[in-house]
């Protein structure tokens, strides 16, 4: 997993794809056209999911909107709760086991990031089945603490997992049963601020390394 500084809600989204002879890349959520998140996953109504469309609050040129996340009235005896994630579960769809095919144990997913004033921000990222049955939970995570835009890119096969769902089974990406992905936003141990917050934009998921 690697952490880039150049200076993640439940959504189902396929805008893009695009693919050369070998590389190819899904775009999950770029927010442009600001998805309604009425069903996406919180742990609590205090979890709000916002839309910033401040021009310099942008990750590049090209963005005008991003997504917000924030808790506010984080209590303090829930150390590391899972508030919300991003969700991925692209192959999942109808028609897509052919392109699951060219990515398996090479998927990468990437995405720009920022933290704000609040506590710091955990990301934990996710391995699924179909139907989320089966679930692994990378061991380590990522604290989330910049300011300044980042630009986070992890390759699912070189994480170390503990199993977490109903159905126990040995991690697996090679095999042609499609998988989902997720990046679950999570508090930290403490939470002496009382809130929370985090901006995301451009989640991809690629069958090679992103560069940007």
Known sequence: MIIKTLGLFSVLLISSFTA??????????DYENKPD???????????KFMYDERKANQCDEKSN??????????????PFA?????????????GMEETWKSFKENTWMSFWCKAGDGDTLMLNFLVL???????????????????????????????????W????????????????????????????????????????LTNYEPSR
Not at 20 to 29: D, M, S, V
Not at 37 to 47: H, M, R, S, Y
Not at 133 to 157: D, R
């Open 129 to 163: 089945s179909k139907g989320h049955k089966i679930k692994w939970g990378a061991v380590n995570m990522i604290p989330l603490t910049s300011k300044e835009w980042n630009f986070v890119k992890v390759k699912f096969a070189d994480l170390k997992y503990e199993n």
């Open 165 to 204: 769902g109903a159905v126990k089974a040995d991690f697996d990406l090679k095999s042609d049963e499609v998988k989902c992905f997720e990046v679950g936003l999570r508090l930290s141990s403490t939470s002496p601020s009382g809130f929370v917050e985090g901006w995301f934009d451009n989640i991809k």
């Open 82 to 94: 899972w508030f919300t994630d991003i969700k991925a579960d692209t192959f999942a769809v109808s």
């Open 65 to 78: 909107v991003c997504l917000h996340v924030r808790w506010d009235s984080v209590p303090g005896n829930r």
């Open 37 to 47: 998140t009425k069903g996406w996953w919180k742990d609590n109504p205090q979890v």
């Open 20 to 29: 050369t002879a070998q590389n190819k890349q899904l775009l999950i959520a």
